[in-house]
């Protein structure tokens, strides 16, 4: 039965944030004997698809994980070619994603980033800063250690500089340095291509997330697959360390 876009709206116990592990574009590529990059060509036709779907269904938050802090390790023309997606693709999008309303942040390490393509991002970032619709969130050069490395960092600086004492540090200070602060935590996280692990993808946030895999490649990867995978989400019950009853009652 097909999942309309309202029926997700609908739900009461839709999720509020949802991050995705875009994996899969090189096998696609490799399957058609075609050059990895026509792969994450591809994977943006999916990207564009899925951003729209989340907005028409009222996911307020969508994370995408576009490149990690390890993907750096790739072969140098791929790493090149993906940066250039990476902002051609920005350039050509941020009008349209601002006409819908959707506000666009990005989380990792912006020193990696090659000049230039922080300030395409960041005009990005300042056009869109007051849409409500939805939040998009781009993770580049993303890696939750070292993400959380650098809220550790600006802790202890603050601890040096004698303006923090160490028995105050709880939660809420900590996630107030991490790149997600005022983020909710992610509700769903989803990866595609049939692979069973996080690689790196927002450790500390997913706490108590529920996952789903999907065995699709990420180009094959579509709106009616997304909308089920939500659907059965909301039939979950989440616990948090409660027993059944407790959460029912
Ligand atoms: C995901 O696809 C996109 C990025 C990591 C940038 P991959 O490029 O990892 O595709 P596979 O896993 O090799 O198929
Ligand atoms: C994770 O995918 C990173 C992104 C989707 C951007 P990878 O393909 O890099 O992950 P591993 O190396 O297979 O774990
Ligand atoms: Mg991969």
Do not use: C
Request: net charge neutral.
């Amino acid at each position: 039965m097909k999942i309309h876009a309202e029926d997700i709206k609908n739900s009461e116990n839709k999720p509020v944030h949802i991050a995705i592990i875009m994996d899969g574009n090189g096998r696609w590529a490799k399957q058609r004997g075609l050059p990895r990059m026509m792969g994450h060509n591809e994977g943006v036709k999916t990207v564009k698809e899925i951003v729209t779907a989340s907005g028409e269904a009222g996911i307020k938050y969508l994370t995408i994980y576009a490149f990690s802090k390890e993907n750096w390790n790739r072969p140098k023309d791929e790493v090149n070619a993906i940066m250039s997606l990476l902002l051609k693709t920005t350039e050509k999008e941020i009008s349209e994603l601002h006409r819908n309303n959707i506000r666009v942040k990005v989380i990792g390490d912006k020193n990696d980033l090659p000049k230039g393509a922080w300030d395409v991002l960041e005009k990005g970032i300042k056009l869109t800063k007051n849409n409500t619709h939805m939040t998009l969130i781009i993770a580049l050069s993303y890696g939750s250690r070292d993400e959380i490395l650098r809220a550790v960092r600006s802790l202890a600086q603050d601890i040096k500089r004698g303006e923090l004492n160490p028995d105050d540090i709880n939660e809420t200070l900590f996630e107030s340095r991490l790149d997600t602060h005022n983020i909710p935590d992610p509700d769903l996280i989803i990866r595609t291509s049939g692979e069973y692990r996080i690689s790196n993808y927002l450790l500390w946030q997913s706490a108590y997330a529920e996952y789903y895999f999907a065995p699709e490649l990420w180009p094959d990867f579509h709106r009616q697959e997304y909308y089920r995978i939500i659907m059965e989400y909301a039939k979950r019950e989440r616990r948090f360390g409660k027993t059944s009853e407790q959460v029912t009652a």
